[in-house]
């Protein structure tokens, strides 16, 4: 089956997300939420120690719209691995709105940091490069967790040694392993199951360039 998006759909996806004040409003919106949730987190532990907040990078911490309008203008870039590892490499992400404050506050109250990203193992060094360049607390090669084992494995790895209080993301698969692969229906359902998570633990941030909902057929208004 052909896709059901076309080249202007992408378009209007990638301009929201680069150019609307919307988007900027719902990533500090998305960050208040997990300052709130962070500090009562910790007030209710008595202290940050043997806490963890786990973040996904690209889209939740980094912007990396500049790389979706190339590729918006290049056709077959956006698939292009080459593309993302060159960008991983030697692009200029930003910060999204709220990002460096509610790290800085992370860090200050003791809680452990851990950036678990999809990004490639290989461009490790440029990524933990990154990350400390735009002032990020606690990068280090032990707290950036990149593509390799599923996130899910990975989050249990951290669970080993902290009590995760708080995670971050732009896509469901990055909140439990039960999302990852799943089809579009069975997401939605599982949203459902976890319903009383989001805005606790969970924090989504808005992405409208990227989702597997992206193929998924339109249900027009149809007059009786």
Same mark, same amino acid.
Request: charged residues 20%.
């Given at each position: 089956? #052909?896709?059901?998006?076309?080249?202007? =759909?992408?378009?209007?996806?990638?301009?929201?997300?680069?150019?609307?004040?919307?988007?900027?409003?719902?990533?500090? #919106?998305?960050?208040?939420?997990?300052?709130?949730?962070?500090?009562?987190?910790?007030? #209710?532990?008595?202290?940050?120690?043997?806490?963890?907040?786990?973040?996904?990078?690209? /889209?939740?911490?980094?912007?990396?719209?500049?790389?979706?309008?190339? *590729?918006?203008?290049?056709?077959?870039?956006?698939?292009?691995?080459?593309?993302?590892?060159?960008?991983?490499? /030697?692009?200029?992400?930003?910060?999204?709105?709220?990002?460096?404050?509610?790290?800085?506050?992370?860090?200050?109250?003791?809680?452990?940091?851990?950036?678990?990203?999809d990004r490639f193992e290989e461009n490790k060094l440029a990524t933990i490069a990154t990350l400390s360049r735009l002032g990020l607390p606690q990068v280090c090669a032990e #707290?950036?967790?990149?593509?390799?084992?599923?996130?899910?494995?990975?989050?249990?790895?951290?669970?080993?040694?902290?009590?995760?209080?708080?995670?971050?993301?732009?896509?469901?698969? =990055?909140?439990?392993?039960?999302? *990852?692969?799943?089809?579009? /229906? =069975?997401?939605?359902?599982?949203?459902?199951?976890? *319903?009383?998570?989001?805005?606790? =633990?969970?924090?989504?941030?808005?992405?409208?360039?990227?989702?597997?909902?992206?193929?998924?057929?339109?249900?027009?208004?149809?007059?009786?």
């Amino acid at each position: 089956m #052909q896709p059901t998006h076309t080249p202007h =759909d992408h378009a209007i996806a990638v301009r929201y997300q680069q150019a609307s004040a919307e988007v900027r409003a719902l990533q500090r #919106q998305c960050y208040a939420l997990a300052t709130l949730r962070l500090r009562a987190a910790v007030d #209710q532990a008595g202290g940050g120690a043997g806490l963890a907040v786990l973040s996904d990078i690209d /889209e939740t911490i980094l912007d990396n719209s500049a790389v979706m309008a190339a *590729a918006m203008h290049n056709e077959g870039m956006f698939q292009n691995i080459d593309t993302w590892l060159l960008w991983e490499r /030697e692009g200029n992400p930003h910060l999204i709105p709220g990002a460096a404050e509610f790290f800085a506050l992370a860090d200050s109250l003791g809680v452990t940091i851990f950036y678990v990203s999809d990004r490639f193992e290989e461009n490790k060094l440029a990524t933990i490069a990154t990350l400390s360049r735009l002032g990020l607390p606690q990068v280090c090669a032990e #707290q950036v967790l990149l593509f390799g084992p599923p996130k899910a494995a990975r989050r249990a790895q951290v669970e080993d040694g902290h009590r995760i209080v708080l995670q971050l993301g732009d896509t469901l698969h =990055d909140f439990h392993g039960a999302f *990852a692969g799943a089809a579009l /229906e =069975d997401q939605h359902r599982l949203t459902e199951d976890h *319903a009383d998570r989001f805005g606790q =633990d969970w924090i989504v941030f808005p992405n409208a360039a990227h989702g597997t909902w992206m193929e998924a057929e339109l249900r027009p208004w149809q007059r009786d």
